[in-house]
């Protein structure tokens, strides 16, 4: 069982960049894919971006393509997610998640594709 704990979230500008980390423990991360989910007040959860723990193949929702990139470091056990460009629409709960399958499967965009989820780091981008 792997737990997963993210970190990095605060307050930017429009147009500002925060790094968001997803550091794991219990279980190496090379066992899992990994998703990143936010949650705006009111609003369902949503599937942002994933990465293929075969491949490393990554995967993005529209509103975050060419803003984000997601990438996994294996020495630390850690994914992240780099933001730039930010809009004050991506204001959130941000959550990083682990399916424990090899590869990414095509519905990674749902939450219920995965077994474990973090806490969660709120993002808040308002000048």
């Known amino acids: 069982q792997v737990q997963l704990v993210e970190s990095g979230g605060g307050l930017v500008q429009p147009g500002g960049s925060l790094r968001l980390s997803c550091a794991a423990s219990g279980s190496t991360l090379d066992n899992y894919a990994i998703g990143w989910f936010r949650q705006a007040p009111g609003k369902e959860r949503e599937g942002i971006s994933c990465?293929?723990?075969?491949?490393?193949?990554?995967y993005y929702v529209d509103s975050v393509k060419g803003r984000f990139t997601i990438s996994r470091d294996q020495a630390k056990n850690t994914v992240y997610l780099q933001m730039n460009s930010l809009k004050p629409e991506d204001t959130a709960v941000y959550y990083c998640?682990?399916?424990?399958?090899?590869?990414?499967?095509?519905?990674?965009?749902?939450?219920?594709?995965?077994?474990?989820w973090g806490h969660g780091t709120q993002v808040t981008v308002s000048s």
């Open positions: 990465i293929s723990n075969s491949d490393g193949s990554t």
């Open positions: 998640a682990a399916d424990d399958y090899s590869g990414v499967r095509g519905h990674w965009r749902l939450p219920l594709t995965y077994d474990y």
